[in-house]
């Protein structure tokens, strides 16, 4: 069974479009996060919510929105991309008080490329 | 502001022996967690070994250990027995212990296993 799943996997699409990447865990976790890493591997958080509230958010721009629908599902939507999205998009969960100290389940990425 | 520095871009080592990968980090903090993840080319974010920063003892994974020098600010990692599979982009990550469940990355170091 797959913890952390993303779709679609690769994402292949115009400047100037609208698009959204999913996400879904199925550990019963009740923090979600969205992660770019860049061409050069950098790894950057830029949302997490707990329980469906927002609780980290960095300095993202405002075309990117996150939705959590409920705690098990964290969605992406992004307006009027611009080739700078272009970046591999990860997903990812953990539980507030678990005793494994928070560690977070990734999913397998959704690739974007912005022509 | 905590910052993670992995000062190796790129390592490699023969199979069967071991290598060391560095990483150092910067808090004012004295509680807080330490991780090692890999991303082999699957791109799969996978947790290789985390380490409580209250506790004295180096953490072991099979394999994988690290040497956690916590005056010197100091987490590297080190993989025995190296083989094939480990060849890898491998990230040291640092979190706050408490409510922030934000993690600090390192820029990884990419791991290439000769045969």
């Known amino acids: 069974d797959t913890a952390v799943s993303q779709t679609p996997k690769y994402l292949v699409t115009q400047m100037g479009n609208d698009k959204s990447i999913k996400c879904e865990q199925n550990?019963?976790?009740?923090?979600m996060y969205w992660y770019k890493q860049d061409s050069k591997k950098f790894l950057k958080i830029m949302f997490s919510y707990n329980n469906k509230e927002l609780i980290i958010n960095e300095t993202v721009p405002n075309r990117f929105s996150p939705k959590s629908p409920d705690k098990a599902h964290l969605n992406l939507h992004i307006n009027s991309l611009e080739l700078g999205d272009s970046a591999v998009y990860f997903c990812a969960s953990s539980q507030a008080w678990s005793p494994k100290t928070n560690e977070q389940f990734f999913g397998p990425g959704t690739r974007l490329t912005v022509l | 502001a905590q910052t993670v520095t992995q000062s190796q871009p790129e390592m490699s080592v023969q199979e069967a022996e071991t290598v060391t990968l560095s990483c150092t980090y910067d808090?004012?903090?004295?509680?807080?967690?330490l991780f090692w993840y890999k991303q082999p080319p699957s791109r799969q974010m996978i947790l290789v070994i985390r380490?409580?920063?209250?506790k004295q003892q180096n953490a072991t994974e099979n394999r994988f250990s690290v040497n956690f020098q916590k005056a010197a600010k100091s987490f590297s990692l080190k993989i025995s027995d190296s083989q094939l599979g480990d060849a890898a982009m491998y990230f040291c990550?640092?979190?706050?212990?408490?409510?922030?469940?934000?993690?600090?990355w390192g820029l990884g170091t990419s791991l290439a296993v000769n045969p």
């Open positions: 990550a640092y979190r706050n212990a408490g409510n922030n469940r934000k993690l600090i």
């Open positions: 808090t004012s903090e004295s509680d807080y967690y």
């Open positions: 380490q409580e920063a209250y």
């Open positions: 550990l019963g976790h009740d923090t």
